[in-house]
C-alpha cells in the first residue's frame, strides 16, 4: 500500500514510534540497516540518510564515500518483538549516489528494473518460496553449535517434532508484520524446517524474503537457538533448499510460464553464481534430491525444474536455488531469463533428456560461466559481478 510521507509521519505519532530503521542489503542480500530518530525521517525520505559506502560488501569500488538511503514508505512495518512502549519501525531503503541517481549496484533498483522490462512486455510475474532451515542448539555459552534441536524427519509430528512451537511463532510473527505463510512443516534433516509463502509480486516477494530469514533468526535466538539456512549445515544431512515457484502471464491472462521454465534452462548455467554464490552451494548440488543437471520433469524428484499441472494452471518450481541468494537478484534475473524465453519462444527440451547438459559443479566453473556471459552482463553491473566472481 502506498503512503505519504504525512501518513507515515502520523501514524509513528499514533503508533507511539521512537526508532525507525532505515533497511538495506548488501551485493549478498544481507539486510543492513541504521536507526533514525522520528525527527529525522522526513529528510531522509527527501534527501537521504548517508552510509559509509565502502564498508558495504560490493560497494568497495564505488566512486563515492558515501551513499544515501531513501525509504520506501509502502514497506513500513512495526518489529513485533520490540517494546510496545517506544516502538520500532522497519522500512526497506532504495541506494541512491550523492548526485540523487540510483546506485547502479543497488540489488532493488536492479530488480526494479526488470519488473519494468516485464511492464513493458506486458508480462505478469509473480513468485512463492520454499525456503529451508534447521534448528540447532547453542552451548553453555551461547554459542552456536550443530547439534539439532531434535532429530524428527520429514513432516513429523510432536513429540519428535521439537521445532513445531518455533515455526507456529516464526509464522504468528511474519502475519503480524503483513506477510501471508502459507504452511510450515519439518523437513527430512533433523531439526530441519520450511515454511513457504504464496506467490507475490517480485518486489514484494523479495522484500518478503529479507524480512523472513530475519524473523526465523529473531525467534529462533529468543528460544536459545540459532537458525541456519546455509546450504549444507551437515555434510550427511539433506541440505537446504530455496525453491522457487513461478507465475507468468501475459497481457491476455494466458499462460507463459512454459515459454519462461525454456529461458530459465537456457540461461541457468550463466546465472548459477548468483542463485548459489557459496562454495558449499555446490556440495548440495547433486544430493539429497537437489539438481545437478539441466533438465525438467513433471514426475521425478531431482530436477532442476518442476512441471505440473493443477487446475488447468501449469506450476513451475526451480529447485537449484539456495537461501545465500541475494533474492534481487535472484529475481531479476528469472524475469530476464524468462522474458528471453518469450521473446524467442523457446521449447522446453525433451523431459529429463538425456543429453541434459550438467550444472557448474564449483564456484570456480559458474563464476566462469557468467565472467562469459553477455546476457550476465547486460544486466549485471561490472563492480557485482567482480564481487561474485571474485576468487
Given at each position: 500500500?502506498?503512503?505519504?510521507?504525512?501518513?507515515?509521519?502520523?501514524?509513528?505519532?499514533?503508533?507511539?514510534?521512537?526508532?525507525?530503521?532505515?533497511?538495506?542489503?548488501?551485493?549478498?542480500?544481507?539486510?543492513?540497516?541504521?536507526?533514525?530518530?522520528?525527527?529525522?525521517?522526513?529528510?531522509?525520505?527527501?534527501?537521504?540518510?548517508?552510509?559509509?559506502?565502502?564498508?558495504?560488501?560490493?560497494?568497495?569500488?564505488?566512486?563515492?564515500?558515501?551513499?544515501?538511503?531513501?525509504?520506501?514508505?509502502?514497506?513500513?512495518?512495526?518489529?513485533?518483538?520490540?517494546?510496545?512502549?517506544?516502538?520500532?519501525?522497519?522500512?526497506?531503503?532504495?541506494?541512491?549516489?550523492?548526485?540523487?541517481?540510483?546506485?547502479?549496484?543497488?540489488t532493488r533498483a536492479i530488480l526494479e528494473s526488470a519488473i519494468e522490462a516485464a511492464r513493458e512486455a506486458g508480462i505478469d510475474f509473480k513468485f512463492?518460496?520454499?525456503?529451508?532451515?534447521?534448528?540447532?542448539?547453542?552451548?553453555?555459552?551461547?554459542?552456536?553449535?550443530?547439534?539439532?534441536?531434535?532429530?524428527?524427519?520429514?513432516?513429523?509430528?510432536?513429540?519428535?517434532?521439537?521445532?513445531?512451537?518455533?515455526?507456529?511463532?516464526?509464522?504468528?510473527?511474519?502475519?503480524?508484520?503483513?506477510?501471508?505463510?502459507?504452511?510450515?512443516?519439518?523437513?527430512?534433516?533433523?531439526?530441519?524446517?520450511?515454511?513457504?509463502?504464496?506467490?507475490?509480486?517480485?518486489?514484494?516477494?523479495?522484500?518478503?524474503?529479507?524480512?523472513?530469514?530475519?524473523?526465523?533468526?529473531?525467534?529462533?535466538?529468543?528460544?536459545?537457538?540459532?537458525?541456519?539456512?546455509?546450504?549444507?549445515?551437515?555434510?550427511?544431512?539433506?541440505?537446504?533448499?530455496?525453491?522457487?515457484?513461478?507465475?507468468?502471464?501475459?497481457?491476455?491472462?494466458?499462460?507463459?510460464?512454459?515459454?519462461?521454465?525454456?529461458?530459465?534452462?537456457?540461461?541457468?548455467?550463466?546465472?548459477?553464481?548468483?542463485?548459489?554464490?557459496?562454495?558449499?552451494?555446490?556440495?548440495?548440488?547433486?544430493?539429497?534430491?537437489?539438481?545437478?543437471?539441466?533438465?525438467?520433469?513433471?514426475?521425478?524428484?531431482?530436477?532442476?525444474?518442476?512441471?505440473?499441472?493443477?487446475?488447468?494452471?501449469?506450476?513451475?518450481?526451480?529447485?537449484?536455488?539456495?537461501?545465500?541468494?541475494?533474492?534481487?537478484?535472484?529475481?531479476?534475473?528469472?524475469?530476464?531469463?524468462?522474458?528471453?524465453?518469450?521473446?524467442?519462444?523457446?521449447?522446453?527440451?525433451?523431459?529429463?533428456?538425456?543429453?541434459?547438459?550438467?550444472?557448474?559443479?564449483?564456484?570456480?566453473?559458474?563464476?566462469?560461466?557468467?565472467?562469459?556471459?553477455?546476457?550476465?552482463?547486460?544486466?549485471?553491473?561490472?563492480?557485482?559481478?567482480?564481487?561474485?566472481?571474485?576468487?
Open positions: 500500500m502506498d503512503y505519504t510521507i504525512e501518513e507515515v509521519m502520523k501514524y509513528i505519532e499514533e503508533e507511539d514510534v521512537k526508532f525507525i530503521r532505515l533497511a538495506f542489503r548488501d551485493a549478498y542480500g544481507i539486510q543492513k540497516n541504521i536507526s533514525v530518530m522520528p525527527g529525522e525521517l522526513k529528510k531522509a525520505y527527501e534527501d537521504g540518510s548517508p552510509i559509509n559506502a565502502r564498508a558495504i560488501a560490493g560497494f568497495e569500488d564505488c566512486p563515492f564515500a558515501s551513499l544515501y538511503l531513501k525509504p520506501d514508505l509502502s514497506t513500513m512495518s512495526i518489529l513485533p518483538w520490540r517494546p510496545d512502549n517506544g516502538k520500532v519501525l522497519r522500512m526497506f531503503c532504495n541506494v541512491y549516489t550523492p548526485e540523487g541517481k540510483v546506485y547502479e549496484s543497488d512463492g518460496t520454499e525456503s529451508e532451515f534447521y534448528l540447532f542448539q547453542k552451548d553453555e555459552n551461547g554459542n552456536p553449535t550443530k547439534i539439532p534441536y531434535d532429530e524428527a524427519g520429514y513432516m513429523d509430528i510432536a513429540p519428535l517434532d521439537k521445532c513445531e512451537n518455533v515455526r507456529r511463532e516464526i509464522s504468528l510473527t511474519i502475519e503480524r508484520m503483513g506477510l501471508v505463510p502459507e504452511r510450515s512443516h519439518h523437513e527430512a534433516g533433523p531439526g530441519q524446517n520450511e515454511i513457504d509463502f504464496h506467490y507475490a509480486r517480485p518486489l514484494k516477494a523479495a522484500d518478503q524474503m529479507t524480512t523472513y530469514k530475519m524473523v526465523v533468526s529473531t525467534v529462533a535466538n529468543r528460544y536459545g537457538l540459532t537458525a541456519d539456512f546455509s546450504p549444507m549445515p551437515l555434510p550427511d544431512k539433506p541440505g537446504n533448499g530455496y525453491h522457487i515457484n513461478i507465475y507468468a502471464v501475459d497481457r491476455d491472462g494466458k499462460d507463459v510460464v512454459k515459454y519462461v521454465a525454456a529461458g530459465i534452462i537456457e540461461k541457468i548455467r550463466e546465472i548459477t553464481i548468483f542463485l548459489n554464490p557459496k562454495d558449499a552451494s555446490f556440495a548440495r548440488l547433486g544430493n539429497s534430491l537437489a539438481p545437478d543437471k539441466v533438465n525438467w520433469s513433471s514426475a521425478g524428484e531431482s530436477e532442476l525444474i518442476h512441471m505440473d499441472v493443477y487446475r488447468g494452471k501449469t506450476r513451475v518450481e526451480l529447485r537449484s536455488p539456495d537461501a545465500e541468494g541475494n533474492p534481487y537478484l535472484v529475481y531479476a534475473l528469472l524475469i530476464r531469463a524468462g522474458l528471453y524465453g518469450i521473446e524467442k519462444k523457446l521449447d522446453l527440451p525433451e523431459e529429463l533428456s538425456a543429453e541434459a547438459e550438467f550444472l557448474p559443479g564449483s564456484r570456480k566453473e559458474a563464476s566462469k560461466f557468467a565472467l562469459e556471459s553477455d546476457f550476465v552482463k547486460q544486466y549485471i553491473p561490472e563492480g557485482l559481478l567482480k564481487e561474485y566472481t571474485k576468487a
